[in-house]
């Protein structure tokens, strides 16, 4: 430990008589063996342990154990340290630790219901629901309870992700008509959807706040979010690269660069980057006859705002404005932070990546485990703001499944709309053809 300069060791005894140790610094958990972290989370008869210590503990045992090992040995604990040899006092004993051992299982089921996928964590909660049903009326029908509003709750997400999915399906039919510019005329265009930026920056903002919830089967959440942005700068390259017209084509850029700005002022940044990443891809950004009739200051001070150098510094400043804001809101639309997403992933790749989880002596590092359940919870926190704006199906419908252009696609249209400038991108106009 004094290797570690973490501080001073703690004891904890728990309640099966075992002395397990824990390092704290100023009252702060900041290493331990697994055993002792999972043993920490075992309630007794007086002892239940802290909310946000169940969330950082249960978010990140998985890089340890699995979930399932993990709630076997919470359940089979749980009831062990209760033995007496005394058959009538162990079931006294029991159902005492009873509503909390529920109380347990209940937020795990709610903040973490995927891992109750697995069909082996649900067999575990039908045996402790039994086991409950022995000693404790009141918490085997609150047990029974919290595994119906689960089955409900990863019902309602299967379904929804089956809708997502045939909405995606639909999406990647691209039509032959598509693949020529001339013939993609009949395409409705997004100012004949919508030509009110403020209320596109609404329904994206839908989009992202449900996305949040989306997850394919076998692969994870974040790939939701990935498809999503990249769909989303590729509509308005293909929107923006699709009119024959130069003046529609700085009429459609001057719209997005609007709804750009509403989506920084309702707090979608997520939305605002995949904006200006469809403005930047080089299709777009070599239309200099078109951008030469667009007035650019506000999509400068956009891109300002977004700009990577010094780690996204502008943005994450931005961030936390209306982080602030969000805490201290009056209305539901105060509240929205939609954060942009790639770089969360990437700050919590890295803080995983660049941060040991184990200390030289075998313990963990708790004080990782803190900062991860800190990045994600206030994810969470944000994700679970209602959207205050009404929905419009026929917006929502275009943004999800109007065709798009494939990179390819993309050039050749560009090409179309302003022929090539040197001998490089003759070339690259004679190979896409």
């Not at 994700?383 to 929502?396: A, K």
């Given at each position: 430990?004094?290797e570690?300069?973490?501080?001073?060791?703690?004891?904890?005894?728990?309640?099966?008589?075992?002395?397990?140790?824990?390092?704290?610094?100023?009252?702060?958990?900041?290493?331990?063996?697994?055993?002792?972290?999972?043993?920490?989370?075992?309630?007794?008869?007086?002892?239940?342990?802290?909310?946000?210590?169940?969330?950082?503990?249960?978010?990140?045992?998985?890089?340890?154990?699995h979930?399932y090992?993990?709630?076997?040995?919470?359940?089979?604990?749980?009831?062990?340290?209760?033995?007496?040899?005394?058959?009538?006092?162990?079931?006294?004993?029991?159902?005492?630790?009873?509503?909390?051992?529920?109380?347990?299982?209940?937020?795990?089921t709610?903040?973490?219901?995927?891992?109750?996928?697995?069909?082996?964590?649900?067999?575990?909660?039908?045996?402790?629901?039994?086991?409950?049903?022995?000693?404790?009326?009141?918490?085997?029908?609150?047990?029974q309870?919290?595994?119906?509003?689960?089955i409900?709750?990863l019902?309602?997400?299967?379904?929804?992700?089956?809708?997502?999915?045939a909405?995606?399906?639909?999406?990647?039919?691209?039509?032959?008509?598509?693949?020529s510019?001339?013939?993609?005329?009949?395409?409705?265009?997004?100012?004949?959807?919508?030509?009110?930026?403020?209320?596109?920056?609404?329904?994206?903002?839908?989009?992202e706040?449900?996305?949040?919830?989306?997850?394919?089967?076998?692969?994870?959440?974040?790939?939701?979010?990935?498809?999503?942005?990249?769909?989303?700068?590729?509509?308005?390259?293909?929107?923006?690269?699709?009119?024959?017209k130069?003046?529609?084509?700085?009429?459609i850029?001057?719209?997005?660069?609007?709804?750009?700005?509403?989506?920084?002022?309702?707090?979608?940044?997520?939305?605002?980057?995949?904006?200006?990443?469809?403005?930047?891809?080089?299709?777009?950004?070599?239309?200099?006859?078109?951008?030469?009739?667009?007035?650019?200051?506000?999509?400068?001070?956009?891109?300002?705002?977004m700009?990577?150098?010094?780690?996204?510094?502008?943005?994450?400043?931005?961030?936390?404005?209306?982080?602030?804001?969000?805490?201290?809101?009056?209305?539901?639309?105060?509240?929205?932070?939609?954060?942009?997403?790639?770089?969360?992933?990437?700050?919590?790749?890295?803080?995983?990546?660049?941060?040991?989880?184990?200390?030289p002596?075998?313990?963990?590092?708790?004080?990782?485990?803190?900062?991860?359940?800190?990045?994600?919870?206030?994810?969470?926190?944000?994700?679970?703001?209602?959207?205050?704006?009404?929905?419009?199906?026929?917006?929502?419908?275009?943004?999800?499944?109007?065709?798009?252009?494939?990179?390819?696609?993309?050039?050749?249209?560009?090409?179309?709309?302003?022929?090539?400038?040197?001998?490089?991108?003759?070339?690259?106009?004679?190979?896409?053809?």
């Amino acid at each position: 430990l004094a290797e570690n300069n973490m501080g001073v060791t703690g004891f904890s005894t728990c309640g099966s008589g075992h002395t397990k140790e824990m390092c704290y610094h100023d009252n702060s958990l900041v290493s331990a063996s697994l055993e002792a972290l999972i043993q920490h989370l075992v309630p007794t008869v007086d002892y239940y342990p802290d909310r946000s210590y169940v969330f950082t503990f249960l978010l990140s045992s998985r890089l340890f154990l699995h979930p399932y090992e993990l709630m076997t040995r919470v359940c089979h604990l749980c009831v062990e340290q209760q033995r007496s040899g005394d058959a009538l006092l162990d079931k006294i004993r029991f159902r005492e630790v009873a509503p909390k051992l529920v109380q347990l299982l209940t937020e795990w089921t709610e903040t973490f219901p995927y891992d109750f996928r697995d069909e082996r964590m649900m067999r575990c909660l039908k045996d402790m629901t039994h086991h409950v049903a022995r000693g404790d009326e009141y918490s085997w029908r609150a047990m029974q309870q919290m595994t119906q509003r689960l089955i409900k709750r990863l019902s309602a997400l299967g379904q929804y992700e089956e809708a997502v999915a045939a909405l995606n399906t639909v999406a990647m039919e691209r039509p032959a008509s598509l693949k020529s510019k001339q013939a993609s005329g009949q395409r409705s265009d997004v100012l004949s959807v919508c030509d009110d930026p403020f209320v596109l920056a609404q329904q994206l903002t839908h989009i992202e706040l449900v996305r949040g919830f989306f997850r394919k089967r076998k692969t994870s959440n974040l790939e939701a979010y990935v498809s999503w942005f990249n769909r989303l700068s590729y509509l308005v390259a293909t929107e923006i690269c699709m009119p024959v017209k130069k003046k529609h084509r700085a009429r459609i850029i001057e719209f997005f660069i609007d709804v750009a700005q509403e989506c920084f002022n309702i707090g979608n940044f997520n939305s605002l980057m995949a904006i200006i990443t469809g403005m930047n891809m080089s299709p777009v950004a070599r239309l200099k006859k078109t951008w030469s009739k667009v007035n650019t200051d506000k999509f400068e001070i956009l891109e300002h705002q977004m700009d990577p150098s010094s780690n996204f510094s502008n943005y994450r400043t931005a961030l936390r404005g209306a982080t602030q804001r969000s805490e201290t809101a009056h209305s539901s639309q105060e509240k929205i932070v939609i954060p942009f997403f790639s770089l969360l992933i990437k700050d919590i790749y890295f803080l995983n990546e660049g941060c040991a989880s184990r200390l030289p002596n075998g313990h963990i590092n708790f004080e990782k485990l803190w900062e991860l359940a800190k990045q994600v919870s206030e994810f969470l926190v944000w994700r679970q703001v209602i959207c205050p704006f009404d929905r419009d199906r026929r917006i929502l419908q275009y943004l999800v499944t109007t065709p798009i252009f494939s990179e390819d696609e993309l050039h050749l249209a560009s090409y179309e709309s302003e022929g090539p400038e040197n001998n490089m991108e003759k070339d690259s106009r004679r190979s896409l053809r």
